[in-house]
């Protein structure tokens, strides 16, 4: 999109959220009888409008706020003997808490029209197709395989994936119903979600996971136990080669791989060869850094059927193809070992095959993550293979803090060595159209808006604590930024409306906070003199409105100064 069309959308979302908040102050103020004398979108110079009644309506010059000017809310301007019992501050302490409070109040109940709005669009969602399942985890304990459809959990349908997730995510310890259809049949089981904890930079949450995913692992092939005997090393194929294609048939997961592999050792006679075409990863000019090429070769296995009967010897989910061929996925396999960190001391390198985590069998690269977090910080027992030969070490695991573009602090823990999770080594499900029902939107959109605010609150809290940096405070510049990502993303009506409902709650949480000249503020000293049975003085309160304008503009200062920081100068 160009940068005209980005302006103009971050100029319509601001003013529809000021719009919204000024709004709010306008019809509570008109209900209690005060009367309203500017609405405001925009401050400065009037640009445009007209007057209405007793209120005049415009649009100022700059974009960013408004305001909703009502009689008798300076205590230094005389109220005319006209308006007397319409001014703003001689109203009850409750009304103009009610006043006040209705700004915010609107924010916050806005992003419900907005979510229900972006929810009840048609989206495109990935089929409820299980690409792989993670052993040790519930849905392989209870025999759902890749390739399965899951039609229904809980007695419920399922449309798409992520209404699969959504329902999964708050049923961790539960028994759960799981309807799922395969080669035609439909199958039912009884499982229980794990709950599986993660974590952020605003602390950890409990989700339920059933261990399957949508994507796969792209054809990406690990040499399996001692290569001399491997039938796919001795055609020239080494780990982290790609299989492109089986006997001229084009594969592009590694589970399409598998049962390509079945089908031609199915039909094969012994002794026969089957084409494979595979492609290496290489490094353009052989320099570390330097970019990578896929370069493909053709060539052709044997497949031994005295390989496909017995058991592999660092695995127990491989098939009878993978076997007789030579071959497994590189999931669990290391992709790179950093110098000088603990799994280099160790003595792990590149292309070993992790298959325990202190004593208990490793299957996945999820298995081996999650063990080696679970254990934390100190000795790590390992066993891999290497050349079709068991090794042990115990690299030791290390706490270190790291700190993001926005200076946030992140506890890691070093190992030094990873499997590969690169993007491109991942094959994603087909997608489908998703609409929800309207009551269906409405019920999401209505739950998401507390959990927004939740999560708003603790942000705000640790601010102001200290536990988040003040980096992470955004200004205009933010806002455009993060607008414009919208409008560049693949389903950009539904990204901006949910920007829009975030904002939403960002503008109304900030006015909540008690700082003079803030609606909070408003709120809290129409409560203190409700409670003093006397306002504050006018000297007091003109000396609290230029702290408030101090504290605001070091604010907005200091987003503006992340602006340029993160957005201009970086």
Not at 183 to 193: I, N
Request: charged share 20%; aromatic share 8%.
């Amino acid at each position: 999109m160009s940068s005209l069309t980005n302006i103009l959308l971050f100029v319509v979302l601001l003013g529809t959220l000021v719009l919204v908040h000024e709004f709010g102050h306008y019809i509570v103020a008109k209900l209690f009888g005060v009367k309203v004398l500017t609405f405001s979108l925009g401050f400065g110079p009037r640009l445009l409008g007209f007057k209405w009644g007793e209120t005049e309506y415009q649009i100022a010059a700059l974009p960013l706020g408004g305001y909703v000017k009502m009689a008798g809310d300076d205590p230094s301007e005389p109220l005319p003997e006209e308006d007397r019992g319409r001014g703003f501050l001689e109203q009850k302490p409750w009304k103009r808490a009610l006043i006040a409070l209705a700004g915010p109040l609107m924010n916050l109940l806005f992003p419900v029209l907005a979510y229900f709005a972006a929810f009840s669009m048609t989206t495109m969602e990935y089929e409820p197709l299980v690409a792989s399942v993670f052993p040790g985890q519930p849905a392989y304990a209870a025999g759902i395989r890749p390739g399965d459809r899951i039609t229904s959990i809980a007695g419920r349908p399922v449309r798409c994936f992520t209404e699969l997730q959504e329902t999964i995510r708050g049923r961790a310890g539960l028994p759960t119903e799981i309807g799922y259809r395969r080669g035609g049949e439909d199958f039912t089981v009884t499982l229980t979600p794990a709950g599986y904890e993660e974590k952020n930079i605003l602390g950890k949450s409990m989700r339920g996971v059933i261990g399957i995913g949508l994507t796969a692992r792209v054809p990406i092939v690990a040499i399996l136990g001692n290569p001399e005997n491997s039938p796919a090393f001795a055609a020239g194929i080494r780990t982290f080669d790609r299989i492109v294609s089986v006997r001229g048939t084009p594969v592009t997961s590694y589970p399409a791989l598998v049962e390509a592999l079945a089908g031609a050792l199915a039909s094969v006679k012994a002794g026969e060869a089957v084409p494979v075409v595979a492609a290496r990863e290489e490094l353009l000019g052989g320099a570390a850094g330097a970019a990578t090429v896929w370069r493909t070769f053709e060539t052709v296995i044997h497949p031994d059927a005295a390989l496909a009967a017995g058991h592999a010897d660092d695995a127990k989910l491989l098939t009878p193809a993978e076997r007789a061929f030579g071959i497994a996925s590189d999931e669990n396999v290391l992709f790179s070992v950093r110098e000088g960190t603990p799994a280099w001391d160790a003595g792990l390198r590149r292309g070993d095959r992790i298959v325990e985590v202190e004593g208990q069998e490793v299957l996945t690269s999820m298995d081996f993550v999650q063990r080696r977090m679970k254990k934390g910080e100190g000795e790590l027992r390992l066993a891999y293979v290497r050349d079709g030969e068991l090794h042990r070490c115990a690299p030791v695991q290390k706490k270190v803090i790291k700190r993001d573009e926005f200076d946030n602090e992140h506890e890691i823990l070093l190992l030094g060595a990873n499997t590969d999770f690169r993007p491109e080594g991942y094959a994603k499900i087909g997608k489908v159209p998703f609409r929800r029902t309207l009551p269906e939107a409405f019920v999401k959109a209505a739950g998401v808006l507390p959990q927004d605010i939740s999560q708003m609150m603790k942000s705000l809290w640790m601010l102001a604590s200290r536990k988040l940096s003040a980096r992470n405070l955004g200004g205009p510049v933010a806002i455009y930024h993060v607008t414009a990502q919208a409008a560049e993303a693949e389903e950009s009506g539904i990204a901006l409306l949910r920007l829009m409902g975030f904002l939403s709650i960002n503008l109304g949480m900030l006015n909540l906070m008690p700082i003079p000249i803030l609606d909070g503020f408003h709120i809290f000293s129409a409560a203190m003199e409700a409670v003093r049975r006397r306002p504050l003085s006018e000297r007091a309160q003109n000396a609290l409105a230029w702290l408030g304008l101090f504290c605001l503009l070091s604010l907005m200062l200091l987003a503006f100064w992340n602006d340029m920081m993160n957005f201009v100068f970086r």
